[in-house]
């Protein structure tokens, strides 16, 4: 088969020809500009922020994501019921696992092989598993900090916890102002592209057609809020999840003696080692950067993004959601993310000599996991792909609006109806759809980077508060398992493991956290009578 960059890149080549021409160079002007500076912010900064924090959180929460890994499963699967006017635990993990397992799952994994090689995934992997614990810690503190919505849900997330935690509502709004952008524009604007480009090489559908089609899916969804988002991606993303599973599955089957190979080329290219898996930058620098920033836009642990979906689930105690998000980050990374990269390293369509000989050609990982599978399973797949990538992408946008409105619900009030957000966001499908993938990617890298080190700093100062809520758990959980105690219910008020006066009153004993929690028991005792 022809060399993947060259066989793709001529699929694109009909475009200069198109009236849409003119809008490709003027989004490829400024790309370079944003990928230099957001190589700069990960490189020096980021990557080492990231792992370094995770590392932190993981020791002091005794290797969270390891010791207490049935705990996270168990939160889930206990989590499916919900009670009318709110938001379940599993409904906060389908919205967040929305948002995580779409483009950054197909694409940008790709993205990372082609321009770090296949040591870019050893470094997701690395980002990934300490950033379950960094996910427990965001996720936690969402909760801790939560407050109430006219609604009925929760709102919370960092910009809430940076200002009654910190008590910095400068920074707060700053961030609200950044999270808003990246996910009501940016990261809305990089998942259309990928839908645009896989219409236009799978269907020959041209991306202002898709555009249109997006714009009038999209609109009436986006207008009904965060509920019906959270209805939608509660169904969507498990048949995602499992279709795609299913894909790769027969492909693993198909070349099970060549996944060892595999796996070591990944280690190999992760520090170099291997000269002919050096990726286009080439060596450790480039699987290092191309593998951290495609391993953060993929599970977003720490980035300070999923906190905000956390904050509006129905628990009893914060640290279950805790538990959910952790989980979230390793099915993302470790599972989906693994798959992807093996997929492409087995399918003999990834070629790292053309990946070296033509950085130009980056736009071609657009369709790389697609023409990968299609070369395993035959030409029929590609329309499956199509329709998998579709979903996966479209679901992210959905998940990412509900980040949006949440922010926009701190900066304006919440009462607030935010018609301005929702339009920005059909706007930036129609953007989106017509700019060039480098430009929207290596924007999305940058604004994230800023917002993440936001975060990270943030989570760090407030880590105390999620270590306190661990403890509590634990030490009710011996209680339960000894009997002494029936349930496991946090109150922060005069709590012996919490390091000074949680603010608010929502997790008192008669706060609107247990409240809303015998809300649902009694509405589903209604439900199971009747």
């Known amino acids: 088969m022809q060399p993947v960059l060259a066989s793709l890149t001529s699929a694109t080549s009909s475009a200069d020809n198109s009236w849409v021409a003119p809008l490709e160079r003027f989004f490829d002007g400024g790309a370079k500009i944003l990928d230099d500076a957001a190589g700069y912010l990960f490189l020096y900064l980021l990557a080492w922020l990231l792992v370094l924090g995770g590392l932190y959180f993981t020791v002091r929460t005794g290797f ?40 950054g799952n197909i694409v940008g994994v790709a993205i990372a092989i082609t321009m770090g090689g296949p040591g870019a995934v050893f470094w997701m992997w690395i980002v990934a598993l300490v950033g379950m614990a960094t996910g427990f810690i965001e996720a936690t503190l969402a909760q801790l900090y939560k407050v109430t919505h006219p609604d009925g849900t929760f709102r919370g997330g960092p910009a ?151 904050a509006t689930a129905t628990v009893a105690h914060p640290v279950q959601q805790g538990f959910v998000q952790s989980l979230g980050v390793f099915v993302d990374t470790i599972v989906v993310c693994t798959v992807t990269a093996l997929i492409v390293l087995l399918s003999g369509v990834y070629d790292s000599v053309a990946a070296k000989a033509a950085p130009e050609a980056a736009d071609a990982a657009n369709t790389l996991t697609s023409a990968s599978v299609t070369n395993v399973l035959g030409g029929w797949a590609q329309y499956l792909m199509a329709v998998i ?60 980077g800023a917002m993440t080190v936001i975060n990270m700093v943030s989570i760090l100062a407030l880590g105390s508060w999620a270590f306190g809520a661990l403890r509590d758990w634990e030490a009710q959980r011996r209680a339960v398992e000894a009997g002494e105690k029936d349930e496991i219910r946090f109150i922060a008020t005069d709590n012996p493991y919490l390091p000074g006066t949680l603010p608010g009153d929502v997790w008192t004993v008669d706060g609107a956290a247990h409240a809303a929690i015998t809300e649902r028991r009694a509405a589903l005792e209604e439900a199971s009578g009747s």
Do not use: C
């Not at 990726?279 to 391993?295: D, N």
């Open 389 to 448: 990538i579709f979903v996966f992408a479209y679901s992210s946008l959905l998940g990412n609006y509900t980040y949006a409105q949440v922010n926009m619900d701190y900066l304006q009030g919440k009462q607030h109806k935010h018609y301005a957000l929702r339009a920005m966001i059909i706007v930036a499908t129609a953007v989106g759809s017509l700019s060039t993938l480098t430009f929207v990617w290596n924007l999305s890298d940058l604004v994230m």
């Open 160 to 310: 809430y916890y940076i200002q009654r935690g910190l008590g910095s509502k400068p920074a707060a709004r700053v961030f609200a102002v950044v999270i808003t952008f990246v996910f009501g524009f940016a990261y809305e604007a990089t998942q259309a592209n990928t839908i645009a480009a896989t219409m236009k090489k799978t269907f020959s559908i041209e991306p202002w057609m898709t555009a249109v089609a997006l714009v009038v899916i999209t609109t009436p969804i986006i207008f009904k809020g965060i509920k019906s988002v959270a209805v939608v991606s509660e169904w969507l993303v498990p048949i995602m999840t499992v279709v795609y599973a299913l894909i790769a599955v027969a492909i693993l089957v198909l070349h099970f003696g060549a996944i060892p190979g595999a796996i070591l080329s990944i280690f190999e290219g992760a520090f170099g080692i291997n000269a002919a898996f050096a990726g286009v930058a080439g060596g450790f620098t480039a699987a290092l950067l191309h593998g951290t920033r495609r391993g953060l836009f993929s599970n977003e642990a720490g980035e300070g993004s999923v906190p905000n979906i956390a």
């Open 64 to 103: 969270v994501q390891l010791r207490l890994f049935p705990y996270m499963v168990r939160a889930i699967t206990s989590s499916r019921d919900s009670k009318e006017g709110g938001i379940s635990s599993f409904q906060a993990f389908a919205v967040g696992l929305a948002s995580r397992v779409g483009t």
